[in-house]
């Protein structure tokens, strides 16, 4: 395959792995489970191991945070983790806020329509609302509303 | 409220605290970690702690909601004024050379200033409309049900 | 202990204990973030993860229910996808550099350049923020934009009482 399953490439690679299998938990809970507020904590959960896959991209082996001392003094020696991921991801985290927040504001509002938030209640409550709809004007269309 | 004398008096010490280091990430956002979302996030944070802990309805008197709406938009505003007044001054948008003509890295930290500030003031007021209209609703459980 | 906490979520029904899980969540990835250098990151998230995202779970659970039901969909379906697509992902990974590496490609370019230019040219300590406000301002104007669309979205949402959605089912039951 192009590469040797020696000690080194295993421990330089266990991070990846690890956020791997936390983005896939948190894309289970998406996936799988039926109560929507569960799905949004999912959600969050799988952009957090996100960042950190990122995050974990940008660190220098012995390198130390990106800010330079107070007087500006600085010493060409030293080595800096690289700022631009944290950037990116500083934007990320309160777009990830801003959306959670938008989210929980429709659960609330679905909560006060069907009077349920769980996903297959509201799957049951529309599938109804269609029959009863096609049942009345399903002939002036044709047999499907 | 008597048992709950203890968180009272506790957040009648700390919203204070919290509110003066939220100042002071906003503004040493340029020599330690900090900036103005964060900055933001925790001075909303003192408000929402006040309207915990004391009903929704004192914390909308000290920070209406009409107050909060616009600076909803102000920030914003900001933020893009500091780059429209650039363009005005004949260079171009965002370019905080433009303060400064004669020291461009004198005009960074002007720039720098006045987008942080826009930006840590609609972070605040938009946490804190989320929580006013969060916690406006009635609540569908009462207390003894938690 | 990330993996443990993602795992309880998974498994929990009481929506409470997992609003309190997704703050603990969000502070270990805060402390993985210190140890990996990332302390404007941290800090955000701290605030943001910890703070603002449990209360408003905290305040969507007093509007609607403190339990799940539980779902009588068999797991057999969302396993493979989850299955798959993190098989493709460490695929992905397999020839990516070391970690920590100095000679990765996210280590060329634009990221060392940043770090010699702000000296000289913004003179600020922290060069993430310079990074934030300066070199990248325009991408921190629509982040603001996207803060402020959420605010005004979430105001339209809930900013009408429940009393005018029964209001108006009155009128219609009058008129039928």
Request: hydrophobic share 50%; charged share 15%; proline share 4%.
């Amino acid at each position: 395959m192009g590469f040797e399953l020696t000690q080194e490439y295993i421990l330089g690679h266990l991070n990846y792995w690890l956020f791997s299998v936390l983005m896939m938990t948190g894309l289970y809970i998406v996936v799988a489970k039926g109560n929507l507020v569960k799905k949004i904590v999912g959600l969050n959960i799988f952009q957090t191991s996100v960042f950190m896959l990122y995050i974990s991209m940008g660190k220098v082996t012995d390198g130390t945070a990106p800010i330079f001392p107070l007087d500006m003094d600085v010493d060409p020696d030293v080595i800096y983790s690289n700022p631009l991921p944290h950037v990116l991801i500083l934007t990320a985290i309160v777009v990830g806020v801003a959306t959670t927040a938008l989210g929980l504001a429709l659960i609330v509002r679905i909560q006060d329509e069907f009077n349920t938030i769980e996903e297959d209640d509201i799957l049951k409550i529309e599938r109804a609302i269609v029959q009863t709809e096609n049942a009345i004007h399903g002939d002036a269309m044709g047999g499907r509303a | 409220m008597r048992h709950h004398l203890i968180l009272r008096v506790i957040t009648k010490l700390l919203v204070g605290a919290i509110m003066l280091f939220a100042f002071y990430v906003q503004f040493h956002g340029d020599f330690s970690p900090g900036g103005g979302f964060q900055a933001g996030v925790i001075m909303a944070v003192a408000f929402i702690l006040y309207g915990l802990v004391f009903s929704l309805h004192n914390v909308q008197q000290v920070f209406p909601p009409w107050l909060v709406h616009k600076l909803v938009a102000l920030g914003v505003l900001i933020y893009a004024g500091t780059g429209i007044v650039s363009l005005f001054l004949g260079y171009s948008f965002l370019d905080y050379g433009a303060f400064t003509p004669d020291h461009p890295s004198h005009g960074q930290h002007y720039g720098i200033f006045a987008v942080e500030l826009g930006v840590g003031i609609t972070v605040t007021a938009v946490m804190v409309a989320i929580y006013y209209a969060f916690a406006g609703r009635p609540p569908r459980l009462s207390d003894e049900e938690w | 202990m990330l993996v443990l906490t993602a795992i309880a979520v998974v498994r929990m029904r009481s929506l409470f204990a997992i609003a309190m899980l997704s703050g603990v969540f969000s502070l270990l990835s805060a402390l993985l973030f210190v140890t990996l250098d990332a302390v404007d990151v941290a800090f955000t998230e701290a605030a943001v993860g910890a703070g603002i995202s449990t209360v408003l779970v905290l305040g969507t659970l007093a509007l609607t229910s403190r339990f799940e039901k539980p779902t009588k969909r068999s797991p057999v379906l969302p396993l493979f996808v989850v299955f798959v697509t993190g098989a493709a992902l460490i695929y992905g990974t397999l020839d990516m550099p070391n970690f920590g590496s100095p000679e990765a490609p996210a280590q060329m370019h634009v990221g060392p350049d940043y770090l010699e230019d702000s000296v000289h040219e913004i003179n600020i300590p922290n060069v993430v923020t310079s990074i934030l406000a300066s070199y990248r301002g325009y991408d921190t104007l629509g982040e603001t934009a996207v803060v402020f669309t959420a605010g005004i979205g979430v105001l339209l949402l809930l900013s009408g009482l429940r009393r005018r959605r029964r209001d108006d089912e009155e009128d219609e039951s009058e008129e039928v």
